[in-house]
Structures are given as structure tokens and as C-alpha cells.
């Protein structure tokens, strides 16, 4: 076999698509594939309210063997309202991620049939969470919820519907990302896996 020259023009087409595909790889991915990556749990309002300031209360546990792939969060019912949640690693000016999404897969073993409050975001003054209706159960589930006016609520699920300007201002000062755990008054078994937060990267569409 004859090994040619790579042409200039063809290390020019490379450096641009490499150029471009970095420029869209913007999101912030949590696998757990190895750890729980600076994630804990934390007991969040009995309507799924995230609380000014909520405080860790412990950690989840590592599930090496459970994911999408193996490795994930698992945590069962840890407090009153279990969630887990980031802060550290996503805290700052995050007003970029206007318009994008945060996405995960989470595995419910226990769920009843009542609309909970799936997701928070807290920022230094104001708190938003996005109310849905019970998941499906002992089945991986893939969950978008996109950074944008009309689906988020101040503070409790019955709250009002937040505005762009009130989630610009959650995102431009945030503090934590929320997930609730827990479906049910009683026992809870639930994996999160592969958190997601802004735009996915081009790789991710194959």
C-alpha cells in the first residue's frame, strides 16, 4: 500500500470541522461513570420547592454497575423530599445556557400518581422548578427540559409561570441544579445518569 501526502487542503477541511465541532460541544455532562462527580442529596420542600440556599444532607450512592452506560447515581429515600443535586460545578454567571436545556435519564422504581416538581434551578435570589406528571416506573426514562420562558414556575409547581427575564436572572447568578428523586410518600429507588446542562455537542446526534 502507497501511503500520499495528506493535501493542505484536506488538513485545512479537518482543522475546520474539528473547529466547528468544538465550538458546539458547549454542554456540561455528568456520566458518573467512575464517581458522583460533586453530586448530593438534598431534602427540598415537601411541593418540590427548591428552599434559598438548600444545604446538602448526604451523598448518593455510586451504582457501578447500573447505567447508560454502567455507572450512575442511586439514591433511595433519603429525607422527607429527596432530591440530589450540583452546585459547586455549574455555580456562576451561567446566562449562556438561555435557550438550551438541561437533560438526563432517570430510573424511578416507585412512583405515585401525582404531578411533582421534576427539576429546580436556584439562582441568588429567585428559584424555579418544572412541575410533570408521574414517570413511568422500572424503565430508563430520557428527560429534556429546555431553559426557556413558559414551561418553569417560581418556586412551587403551582406557582407563576416564570418569565424569560426571571429565568435570564436564575441563570445569570446560579447556584445549583436539582433533581428530584422521589415520587411517592414512602420508599424510594431511583438512578439519574448522564446530566446534560446547555446544548448537546454534535457527536451526540449519532
Not at 502507497?2 to 475546520?16: C, E, H, N, Q, Y
Not at 465541532?21 to 462527580?37: H, N, P, Y
Not at 430508563?140 to 424569560?164: C, I, K, M, N
Not at 426571571?166 to 428523586?181: A, F, K, M, N, P
Request: contains cysteine; glycine residues 10%; charged residues 15%.
Amino acid at each position: 500500500m502507497t501511503l500520499r501526502p495528506t493535501s493542505p487542503r484536506t488538513l485545512i477541511a479537518v482543522g475546520l470541522l474539528t473547529a466547528a465541532c468544538s465550538s458546539f460541544c458547549l454542554a456540561q455532562v455528568f456520566t458518573f461513570d467512575s464517581g458522583i462527580e460533586g453530586w448530593s442529596v438534598y431534602d427540598i420542600g415537601v411541593n418540590g420547592q427548591p428552599l434559598d440556599d438548600p444545604q446538602p444532607t448526604t451523598q448518593p450512592s455510586h451504582d457501578a454497575t447500573f447505567g447508560l452506560p454502567p455507572g450512575s447515581l442511586r439514591v433511595g429515600d433519603a429525607a422527607p423530599e429527596t432530591w440530589i443535586g450540583v452546585q459547586d460545578a455549574v455555580a456562576g454567571n451561567r446566562s449562556s445556557l438561555l435557550g438550551s436545556s438541561i437533560s438526563f435519564d432517570v430510573y424511578y422504581r416507585f412512583a405515585a400518581a401525582s404531578t411533582y416538581a421534576a427539576i429546580g434551578v436556584h439562582g441568588g435570589n429567585l428559584s424555579l422548578s418544572q412541575p410533570k406528571p408521574a414517570p413511568s416506573v422500572n424503565q430508563w426514562l430520557r428527560w429534556e427540559f429546555p431553559l426557556v420562558a413558559g414551561a418553569w414556575r417560581v418556586g412551587t409547581t403551582s406557582g407563576p409561570v416564570a418569565t424569560e427575564a426571571q429565568l435570564l436572572e436564575v441563570l445569570s447568578d446560579l447556584r445549583g441544579v436539582y433533581i428530584h428523586t422521589e415520587w411517592r410518600t414512602g420508599p424510594d429507588d431511583t438512578n439519574v445518569d448522564n446530566v446534560a446542562i446547555g446544548p448537546r455537542c454534535l457527536g451526540d446526534l449519532n
